[in-house]
């Protein structure tokens, strides 16, 4: 039987190895390099430990291990043979089902991209220029006309478990140590898990906006060690479709502005401190689908304010949304005070200085 066709090109000019990296959930284990266009971590391919062999270049799409367990590289099909123990074939066919691309079968290498234009007749979103704006919530017509939409995640939604975790011990040191009050804890079913997947690890359900819980985030209490990752999530768990905290933060008062954060407990710290209009994207890039969710969260509100980390990969990602939220709904960027801050580090009375 004849291979099914499929267009290397069109793949790899359809999805970005951030989004492949996204989907396998292992962007969490890895920090952005210094200049903002690439990622090291762990190899996931020979499961190194070492936290700056395995290098990525995001504008190139290409990945490298220096290990010597592995000492190869290449493009995201090659990163996805590897993982998958498959051909590059079967790699792209597999990339093609992930995210719905419908390339499979097509011998046209000019398919059209989910924006409608050619992919011949346009940049890719990383050779386009990224408008330049400022922290002030606006953005002109002439700089969101440059913008170039952002693929699209993996198709599907997350299926309601039909579990949900048992005897977690809620008195843990580590929610002291994050400064998180028991009504805190209790609200958010917070607990330290010592058996199954997450053994070891502080897990958060995770609720879809209609309350159903979907998966568990697993947060290890302190400095994990070398070979373990500080967040983990559920295999398969497709984070790119949900909103931390949505389902409640939807209920809140509809004058309010949804404040807009990158992790988990800077949602709980702002709630705790009085701020339940709050919501997490999970990571500092914002997916299409958390993109429609804030705005239908947000119809008929006070718009959106963006709240992210104050380092490298937050300022990208915020100005990121800046720019494609903006152009459907007010939206103001808080600046935290200082390198490197965090919306969960914070006190109270700086909090409500740039909040209130």
């Known amino acids: 039987m004849p291979k099914q066709f499929i267009d290397f090109g069109a793949v790899k000019a359809a999805v970005s190895f951030q989004q492949v990296l996204d989907h396998y959930g292992f962007t969490a284990q890895m920090r952005s390099t210094r200049n903002g266009d690439g990622l090291e971590g762990p190899c996931p391919i020979h499961e190194g430990t070492s936290q700056d062999t395995f290098k990525v270049t995001l504008s190139k799409n290409c990945w490298f291990c220096h290990n010597s367990s592995c000492k190869c590289g290449g493009n995201h099909l090659d990163f996805v043979a590897k993982m998958e123990n498959c051909n590059a074939h079967e790699a792209a066919l597999k990339i093609d089902e992930w995210f719905n691309l419908g390339l499979a079968g097509k011998a046209d290498?000019?398919?059209?991209?989910?924006?409608?234009?050619?992919?011949?007749?346009?940049?890719?979103?990383?050779?386009?220029?990224?408008?330049?704006?400022?922290?002030?919530?606006?953005?002109?017509?002439?700089?969101?006309?440059?913008?170039?939409?952002?693929?699209?995640?993996?198709?599907?939604?997350?299926?309601?478990?039909?579990?949900?975790?048992?005897?977690?011990?809620?008195?843990?040191?580590?929610?002291?140590?994050?400064?998180?009050?028991?009504?805190?804890?209790?609200?958010?079913?917070?607990?330290?898990?010592?058996?199954?997947?997450?053994?070891?690890?502080?897990?958060?359900?995770?609720?879809?906006?209609?309350?159903?819980?979907?998966?568990?985030?697993?947060?290890?209490?302190?400095?994990?060690?070398?070979?373990?990752?500080?967040?983990?999530?559920?295999?398969?768990?497709?984070?790119s479709a949900e909103v931390f905290n949505l389902d409640r933060a939807q209920m809140e008062e509809k004058g309010l502005p949804l404040i807009v954060v990158e992790g988990f407990f800077d949602v709980m710290k702002l709630w705790q401190q009085g701020f339940h209009r709050v919501v997490s994207i999970m990571g500092s890039s914002l997916s299409p689908k958390q993109e429609e969710l804030l705005l239908e969260a947000s119809a008929e509100r006070s718009g959106i304010l963006l709240m992210f980390d104050e380092d490298e990969a937050g300022r990208i990602g915020r100005e990121k949304a800046l720019v494609r939220l903006a152009r459907r709904i007010f939206v103001r960027v808080v600046p935290l005070p200082q390198e490197g801050a965090q919306p969960d580090h914070l006190t109270e009375n700086e909090l409500h200085a740039l909040l209130d």
Request: hydrophobic residues 25%; contains cysteine.
């Open 109 to 239: 290498s000019s398919p059209q991209r989910r924006d409608g234009a050619p992919k011949s007749s346009a940049p890719s979103a990383q050779q386009q220029p990224m408008p330049r704006q400022g922290f002030n919530g606006t953005s002109s017509p002439a700089a969101e006309s440059k913008v170039v939409e952002e693929p699209q995640e993996e198709p599907g939604e997350n299926v309601p478990l039909s579990f949900k975790l048992e005897n977690l011990k809620t008195d843990h040191t580590y929610f002291t140590e994050r400064g998180l009050t028991p009504e805190t804890v209790a609200e958010f079913g917070l607990g330290f898990c010592a058996k199954g997947t997450m053994s070891g690890r502080i897990v958060i359900p995770i609720h879809n906006k209609g309350g159903e819980l979907v998966g568990y985030g697993g947060r290890w209490p302190g400095q994990p060690p070398e070979e373990r990752p500080k967040y983990k999530l559920p295999m398969g768990f497709k984070k």
